[in-house]
């Protein structure tokens, strides 16, 4: 059995896309985040830009997985 291309792709960025969501995770658990937080009733900048690009990386290897193109058919 073998993977197309574009199927690699899409466990690639959904494998990504998780783990930016993990770091996500992380990074708000740190007292400095969650100190920010508090005043400021936002995330650090890192933690958002994790988020925002985990979100989309695994939104995107979802999609891929879905409805992309299987190059073997």
Known sequence: MTLSSNRILALVMLVVGLILLFFAYQSSQSLGDQVT???????????????????????AGVGLLLFGKSGGR
């Open 37 to 59: 937080e508090a005043v400021t009733g936002r995330f650090t900048d890192s933690t958002t830009w994790f988020l925002l690009l985990g979100a989309a990386a695994t939104a």
